[in-house]
């Protein structure tokens, strides 16, 4: 009997102790919209940053999110966080790297980080709203 591979199947999946070990990691590294919306309707245990420029941030920003732009990240600039502040950036959305370029410089600075995935625009497909300033 001959099995049809698909391109699904063509490449093995991993085992299951391996696909463990890699989506654990990624939540380590990743949050998602719904769930920085659902901590923020309580008391949040992190920073969020929007890391747009100043125009995306004015134009609209999660409500409570503190703007800095992800070039502006520095010790001097996080000084009013204590060490083990976990911080959550966010930008425009999947094609921008303006999140990960700020939790980089975060991670350089060796501040705990994520990355909320889908920015802005998971945001606004989650349904929603944005606040201006």
């Not at 380590?28 to 940053?49: I, Q, R």
């Not at 600075?109 to 625009?121: A, D, Q, S």
Request: proline content about 2%; hydrophobic content about 45%.
């Amino acid at each position: 009997m001959t099995i049809n591979r698909t391109a699904v199947t063509e490449v093995a999946a991993a085992s299951s102790a391996a696909a463990a070990q890699h989506f654990s990691s990624l939540l380590a590294f990743e949050t998602d919209c719904w769930d920085v919306h659902e901590s923020l309707a309580g008391e949040p245990d992190f920073v969020l940053l929007d890391v747009r420029g100043e125009g995306g941030y004015a134009a609209g920003h999660i409500s409570g999110a503190i703007h800095l732009h992800h070039a502006q990240i520095n010790d001097s600039n996080l000084q009013a966080y204590k060490a083990d502040t976990v911080f959550v950036v966010y930008c425009a959305g999947p094609h921008c790297n303006g999140a990960d370029r700020a939790a980089l410089r975060l991670a350089n600075l060796g501040r705990p980080v994520k990355k909320m995935i889908g920015g802005v625009t998971g945001w606004l497909d989650e349904g929603f709203e944005l606040v201006t300033t």
